[in-house]
């Protein structure tokens, strides 16, 4: 049973720097979602694509932050100028259409 | 803006305790409704969701929650609970026309004692 991957787990990394992350949902699913999680709350939306169409965004996602799902497979969300601030767990989920969201293992940021 | 409250952030219990977690959320409109749990380690997993039809939703391992609409409530229940039960529950609603995206409560902390 594959379920959705993420990679890196855990990337540390230096103010300024940029980093991006990998999601790869299953297979069939055609919506895929970005969601951060800091210490003590849930899980906050930033984005979702339908196939490769990238169709919500939510205020959370400054424009250093961009996402992409090329040919409407993997996605990767990629964060420029990193900020202290942006220290958090990135997670990914991924749905056929309006069902359950299947939710990765996450995508854990620490910017020294 | 829909939000979502749970208002327990931390409960302990022993083993066999019954459990009742609140959740409320506030969208006047059309919503389904989720608990997901996350185990010490691991991932968020579904635990029940409700869509629409019978109010009182069954999930996995034991688990019910009751969507009662005049209160705006999605409250999770299990009448006996386990050590392995530890976990960290988050209650999340998606809008009828929110385009799916969830919005998670704060999430509560359970700690089952042996």
């Known amino acids: 049973d594959t379920g959705v991957s993420q990679d890196p787990r855990h990337k540390i990394t230096k103010r300024g720097q940029n980093v991006t992350f990998r999601c790869d949902p299953i297979s069939e699913h055609n919506r895929l979602y970005w969601y951060r999680q800091t210490l003590g709350q849930g899980p906050e939306f930033l984005t979702y694509f339908q196939n490769e169409a990238q169709l919500e965004k939510s205020r959370l996602l400054s424009d250093r932050f961009s996402a992409e799902r090329p040919k409407g497979s993997f996605s990767t969300l990629e964060i420029q100028r990193t900020e202290q601030g942006d220290s958090a767990m990135y997670l990914c989920a991924s749905s056929y259409h309006f069902d359950e969201q299947y939710f990765g293992p996450g995508t854990r940021l620490t910017v020294t | 803006a829909q939000s979502v409250s749970q208002h327990n952030h931390h409960v302990i219990l022993s083993e066999a305790a019954s459990l009742e977690l609140g959740c409320n959320y506030s969208y006047g409109g059309t919503v389904n409704l989720f608990w997901y749990v996350q185990y010490p380690g691991q991932h968020l997993q579904l635990l029940l969701k409700?869509?629409?039809?019978?109010?009182l939703v069954k999930g996995i391992k034991g688990f019910e929650a009751e969507f009662i609409k005049s209160k705006f409530s999605f409250n999770l229940r299990k009448p006996s609970v386990q050590w392995s039960d530890t976990a960290e529950y988050f209650c999340a609603v998606n809008a009828g026309n929110a385009g799916n995206m969830l919005t998670f409560g704060g999430g509560t902390r359970l700690m089952v004692k042996p």
């Open positions: 409700y869509f629409s039809g019978d109010p």
